[in-house]
């Protein structure tokens, strides 16, 4: 079983920056274990969007909306994800979500943190 917990989201005038954080627990011990790390964005009525990625190998992929801009990385020591945020857009307002996948391809999801883009 794995648990996610995000955090770091807020209001952050256009052009800011804001840098979230997943935290990962669980029986499963290490990220380095998970296929996939991922951050998702949602807007009411909208279909969950994945905006970054990065695999169990380093690799990293962006949606083309914040290429450029963001960007994904992971600290195994902490055991956490973060997703660094720049040049911020009222566009960019969404809840963001952290999914860990396993090998099995088992997905588990966080709580979702609010970020909130505007003047």
């Known amino acids: 079983q794995v648990q996610l917990a995000e955090s770091g989201g807020g209001l952050v005038q256009p052009g800011g920056s804001l840098r979230l954080s997943c935290a990962v627990s669980?029986?499963?011990?290490?990220?380095?274990?998970?296929?996939?790390m991922d951050w998702y964005r949602q807007n009411p009525g909208k279909e969950r969007e994945l905006i970054a990625r990065?695999?169990?190998?380093?690799?990293?992929n962006y949606a083309d909306s914040v290429k450029g801009r963001f960007t994904i990385s992971r600290d195994n020591a902490k055991n956490t994800v973060y997703l660094q945020m720049n040049s911020l857009k009222p566009e960019d307002t969404a809840v963001y979500y952290c999914?860990?996948?396993?090998?099995?391809?088992?997905?588990?999801w966080g709580q979702g943190t609010q970020v909130t883009v505007s003047s």
């Open positions: 999914k860990a996948t396993t090998v099995r391809g088992t997905g588990s």
């Open positions: 669980g029986s499963i011990a290490s990220i380095t274990d998970m296929v996939y």
């Open positions: 990065i695999t169990r190998g380093g690799l990293t």
